[in-house]
């Protein structure tokens, strides 16, 4: 059973661009959390999605997006990148509900530049 | 905002022995779940205990116990005869409100150390 898979590992990215993250939950899980962890700091919610929809949406901008995809795998779209985007994230896939448990991917290491 | 609060940044323990990190929270949930998760350097979170709130035992898992004082709103982890593998960051979780949304808390991190 594969579990939370993401890609890609690593991206290198320069001011002002845009990036698209990817995600695959594990098996049998419909819901989707985003996380940004900064180097030192514990992981902040960014937004999740259940049923292709966003259900709740951490303190973060509009320039950080997402989406659902019907086979429950999501996509994080980051624009008009800034240095302050640098850091690892994290998607964490789950059954509906906070109090279920999350099992999180390797993560995305993104460093703009 | 809803916090979750780990006072100890950093941690060392001897392999065998036993170390606790502690955490508190701040929920208006009234059924909850709390969690917390190991990050090794390869940076993959990984599940180490939950606790339903609504439970008076405390929950265990092989090494790894917890003492949940609900009242005190405190959650802290026990590990017990300490492996080098135990060495990682420690976040503790908790479910809070933000900005209208529900969302799940993470606590700053305990750096763990066990040294041989």
């Known amino acids: 059973d594969a579990g939370v898979t993401q890609s890609p590992t690593h991206l290198i990215k320069t001011r002002g661009q845009q990036v698209t993250l990817r995600c695959s939950p594990k098996?049998?899980?419909?819901?989707v959390s985003w996380y940004q962890q900064a180097l030192g700091q514990g992981p902040q919610f960014i937004f999740q999605?259940?049923?292709?929809?966003?259900?709740q949406r951490g303190n973060f901008p509009d320039r950080f997006s997402g989406h659902q995809f019907p086979n429950y795998s999501s996509e994080l779209n980051v624009n008009a990148l800034l240095l302050g985007d640098s850091a690892l994230y994290l998607c964490?896939?789950?059954?509906?509900?906070?109090?279920?448990?999350?099992?999180f991917g390797p993560g995305t290491r993104l460093l703009v530049l | 905002a809803q916090t979750v609060t780990q006072s100890q940044p950093e941690m060392s323990v001897q392999e065998a022995e036993t170390v606790t990190l502690s955490c508190t929270y701040d929920?208006?949930?009234?059924?909850?779940?709390l969690f917390w998760y190991k990050q090794p350097p390869s940076r993959q979170m990984i599940l180490v205990i939950r606790?339903?709130?609504?439970?008076?035992q405390n929950a265990t898992e092989n090494r790894f116990s917890v003492n949940f004082q609900k009242a005190a709103k405190s959650f802290s982890l026990k590990i017990s005869d300490s492996q080098l593998g135990d060495a990682a960051m420690y976040f503790c979780?908790?479910?809070?409100?933000?900005?209208?949304?529900?969302?799940?808390?993470f606590g700053k991190g305990t750096k763990l150390t066990v040294n041989p």
């Open positions: 964490a896939s789950s059954l509906e509900g906070l109090k279920e448990t999350q099992y």
């Open positions: 979780a908790s479910p809070g409100w933000q900005g209208g949304s529900e969302k799940l808390v």
């Open positions: 606790q339903e709130a609504y439970k008076q």
């Open positions: 929920t208006s949930e009234s059924d909850y779940y």
């Open positions: 999605y259940y049923e292709e929809e966003e259900r």
């Open positions: 098996s049998g899980h419909d819901t």
